[in-house]
């Protein structure tokens, strides 16, 4: 799985949080954030934090499934946050799918 992300600067300088998070499917739907290292934590921490909203395209996370992840639907989310706040800046960005053996 290779997860491409793009942001788009606004006219206005902004500086965020960055969080990118990965929901786990049924029953718990825990949440496992996105580290600078490509590990996922459960610990609520953003992927960058303080950082000024700047035009990007890259790749900040791939994985290879071994076939022992659950089964079921997955959701990645995106989100800027005020920093050090945790309020939401913009719409949270969503991208479902399914893994299945």
Do not use: H, K, N
């Amino acid at each position: 799985m290779t997860l491409t992300t793009a942001t788009t600067a606004g006219s206005t300088l902004q500086v965020v949080d960055l969080y990118v998070v990965l929901q786990l499917p049924v029953p718990d739907q825990a949440l496992r954030f996105l580290q600078a290292d490509g590990g996922l934590t459960p610990e609520i921490r953003p992927l960058v934090g303080s950082c000024t909203v700047a035009p990007f395209m890259g790749e900040p996370f791939r994985c290879a499934f071994s076939g022992g992840e659950p089964v079921g639907d997955y959701r990645w989310l995106a989100l800027f946050t005020e920093p050090g706040t945790g309020t939401i800046t913009e719409p949270v960005a969503q991208v479902p799918f399914a893994f299945s053996p």
